[in-house]
């Protein structure tokens, strides 16, 4: 390894997709839109977790703080990619560059870590319901969360404080839309072949890890449901078929990103995309799968539109009567809620 020195080199040109000329606009658009969707759909959940008592469960407080970690997410390398489209030139600094790395990475294990959490929970809930209220009390919780963001920066610090330590001489231009491990590696001076296996045996590690803890809960799920009546089945499987989907829907792009830049007819740019559409993808369909798939958390949307509703009706004392009037018949009374809860 090379010794430690300081750098020549005082920024990054993160060429992104320049190459594909006017067509970056569509992709801006295209990515502008996703990314105000993320933003407003974990916002949304955010929010509702945090305002609504009947969402106190364990499950919504590791949706909660999933949803935080997708916004980070998203918000390291979105925004500075959109950038990229309007710039001719898109530069980072090189302490900027690093941080960039670091957080993509931290994140990005973390939301594997919070999704085993979750598997965890589900686990409990359906093979030990009677004693889920003692097991998954707040400490443990907790400490679940912590759990998952220690073992986010035990992934994430070898390989930045590699990339780090080493010394770029040039060229200063990274092939990615943003600090990618990988592409900025590309530009050390000196042998990277221990930092490409550091880097490689802690993704394993952190893919290997959750993906093996997740995929005992649902063998234990799978053997505890098999057993169980039709009625029993349906329920059972709904309370984590979201959940599912999620995890299903987040290993098998990772897999096929990791296929994708393995293959060599893969143009530059292609792979560039494939992998933006994987950053981007999870934090997108997140709010969306739980939205459509988790009852209580469509009522609890419903519930905070008729609090909205209300709220902006008392001022108007006017027509406080026939407001009045059309929310009872559009927003259900709190019996009602509690029937559909």
Known sequence: MNSTQSSPIA???IQGLASLGEKKMVLFIIFLLAYTVILGGNIMIIYLVRTDPKLGSPMYFFLHNLSIVDMIYTTVTIPNMLSGFLTEVKTVSVPGCFLQMYCFIHMSVTGR???TAMAYDRYVAICNPLRYAAVMT???CLLLIIGAWTFGAICTFPNTSMAVQRSYCGPNVVRHCWCDPSSVRLLVCGDTQVDSIVSLSFALIALLTT???ILTSYILIGVKIAKMGAAERL???????????VVSISYSSASFVYISYRVGNFSPEVRIIVSVLYSALTPFLNPMIYSLRNKELRV???RAFCRHRRLTAEPQNTQHTVLT???STHCPDSKTFNTLS
């Open 138 to 140: 707040r400490p443990v």
């Open 211 to 213: 993906g093996v803890l």
């Open 300 to 302: 609890a949307i419903k």
């Open 235 to 245: 329920k059972a499987f709904s309370t984590c078929a979201a959940h599912l989907t």
């Open 325 to 327: 009037a059309k929310h």
């Open 11 to 13: 920024f990054f040109i």
């Open 113 to 115: 870590a919070l999704l």
